[in-house]
């Protein structure tokens, strides 16, 4: 549509933008709704993940200091390599290799995120921002589990889907820092 008609988009796109930033994942069900109804069969996360090598930049903090930038250059790295995910599931090995630069890139995410706790420490707004860390966290939790699992059953729509979620919490870790940083 945006080659077609640029004008007409950037209005929907700013519909859609507000509506899911006041209700977050319904663009998601929206769309999975139309795909049920088209009964398209397709495996949803996994176009997420590779569309996120398209928008690695989209959620990030526009300030300048260096804590907030390495912020936004860890978040970048890891939303690259859970993008590849889909791409590298065949080869094992290369798989592999790409669980262990996603757990170190979970690693210097959080280290991250800490460091900038440190350095701006801002009581009223760290309880906001120590939740979406929890929740990251989590996520990081069921994305080990989901992997696990794949490994014992070789099907990889729930490791589509956590990655998706990664992916979704590191947005919302970076959307945090900006609305009450």
Do not use: W
Not at 68 to 91: G, H, T, V
């Amino acid at each position: 549509l945006e080659n077609t008609d640029a004008i007409a988009v950037k209005p929907l796109r700013d519909a859609f933008t507000k509506a899911e930033s006041l209700s977050p994942g319904l663009t998601e069900e929206l769309v999975l709704g139309v795909l049920q109804r088209q009964a398209v069969n397709l495996d949803f996360p996994e176009v997420l993940l590779r569309m996120t090598r398209q928008n690695l930049d989209d959620c990030s903090i526009k300030r300048p200091e260096p804590e907030f930038q390495d912020l936004n250059n860890k978040a970048r790295s890891l939303k690259l390599i859970l993008s590849k995910i889909p791409d590298e599931m065949s080869d094992r090995t290369q798989f592999l290799q790409t669980i262990k630069h996603t757990a170190s890139a979970i690693r210097e995410l959080l280290d991250s995120v800490n460091l900038v706790f440190r350095k701006y420490p801002n009581q009223n707004n760290r309880r906001a921002l120590e939740n979406q860390k929890k929740e990251f966290v989590v996520h990081s939790k069921s994305f080990s589990d989901a992997l696990k699992t794949y490994f014992k059953d070789g099907k990889s729509a729930s490791v589509h889907e956590s990655a998706s979620r990664l992916v979704y919490q590191t947005n919302a870790i970076l959307e945090t820092f900006k609305t009450v940083g």
